[in-house]
């Protein structure tokens, strides 16, 4: 069961908050049908969106095996400089299309790196973005 799956199944009904704290690493179709599902159900859905440093730049070079922890399944990939281009590429135009469906069903999107500083995290981001008072 993939993690838009499992959380549509086990959203709770009727929330006045509901946060979903994830990688992001589903496909849009996939969010979009969980939001389409989940948005009625909670008056207030926030995204919180949490990549690594290696996820945005990977230091990887030459050749590597990636392997999906949720899947455990890995993939043998030679890892150039233009390989890494076109994955940054495809990260953030993937990032752009969540914000803009976040957007489309008012959800409030906000990206965390795991490598910030958790305090500045909470004191300043969240405040500027409305997440805390």
Known sequence: MSFTENLEKNF????DLSIIITDGW????????LFKR???R?????????LGKE???PPYRNDIKLIDSEKETGNQVT?????IDLYK????EHMKRLSVLC???KIAYLQVHTGEDVRKFFLQTCKKHGWLE
């Open 12 to 15: 709770l009904p009727r929330n």
């Open 26 to 33: 589903e496909s849009i179709d996939q969010f979009a049908i």
């Open 38 to 40: 989940v948005s009625p």
């Open 42 to 50: 909670s008056k207030e859905i926030r995204f919180l969106h949490v």
């Open 55 to 57: 996820e945005i730049d």
């Open 79 to 83: 890892m150039s400089k233009r390989m």
């Open 89 to 92: 590429g495809k990260l953030h």
């Open 103 to 105: 957007r489309r069903y």
